[in-house]
């Protein structure tokens, strides 16, 4: 009989959190069903090219401005009623030589902790996983200025960039201080 009942208390616990999963770059076209919890995970490996670290230099000889971006994944990030997997941000960007930001961890660089700066990621129309949107961007210390920012991976010839173009919500009094524009290389 204690079998039985465990039986039932588990199958009970196993069916209440159920979910129904969809492919991430599905996200924007699902029809959701009221009371059904969704995990919008990254089944086809579509936030792979983007992940890893990326460089961006003004200047190939000698740069005034440089960033440097490490992008890492975060699965089953729980919101409100669903689940998905993002992509979060690490970045150093020094001005002539002066460290402005450096969100890295110093200790611990693989640090799955999630920065609050850069996070999320969709895609707009699921067939072209190469556009990748991220539904906020801010950078550090600048007081809550906001924006969007979109990512366009390319390999061409072997050689991975990413076009970053950064989309504000206002006219800003505190402009970014990175650029908002600029091509990141992939990094070994």
């Not at 999320?120 to 924006?147: A, M, Q, R």
Request: proline content about 5%; hydrophobic content about 35%; glycine content about 8%.
């Amino acid at each position: 009989m204690k079998n039985i009942l465990n039986l039932i208390s588990f199958m009970f616990l196993n069916l209440s959190f159920c979910q129904t999963e969809v492919p991430i770059e599905n996200e924007r076209i699902t029809i959701k069903n009221q009371g059904e919890i969704y995990y919008y995970r990254d089944v086809n490996g579509v936030f792979n090219k983007f992940l890893g670290n990326w460089k961006y230099q003004d200047h190939p000889t000698s740069p005034t401005k440089i960033v440097e971006i490490t992008f890492y994944k975060r699965e089953m990030v729980q919101g409100s009623g669903w689940f998905n997997d993002e992509i979060f941000a690490r970045i150093k960007y020094t001005e002539n030589g002066v460290i402005i930001y450096n969100t890295f961890p110093e200790d611990i660089p693989y640090l799955m902790k999630r920065d609050h700066n850069i996070m999320g990621g969709y895609f707009k129309y699921p067939t072209n996983t190469n556009v990748l949107s991220i539904g906020y961007y801010s950078e550090p210390y600048l007081g809550g200025e906001k924006g969007t920012l979109k990512l366009i991976y390319n390999n061409s010839g072997g050689v991975e960039t990413l076009n970053w173009e950064v989309r504000t919500f206002r006219s800003l009094e505190n402009p970014f201080r990175m650029p908002y524009n600029m091509v990141l290389i992939k990094q070994p």
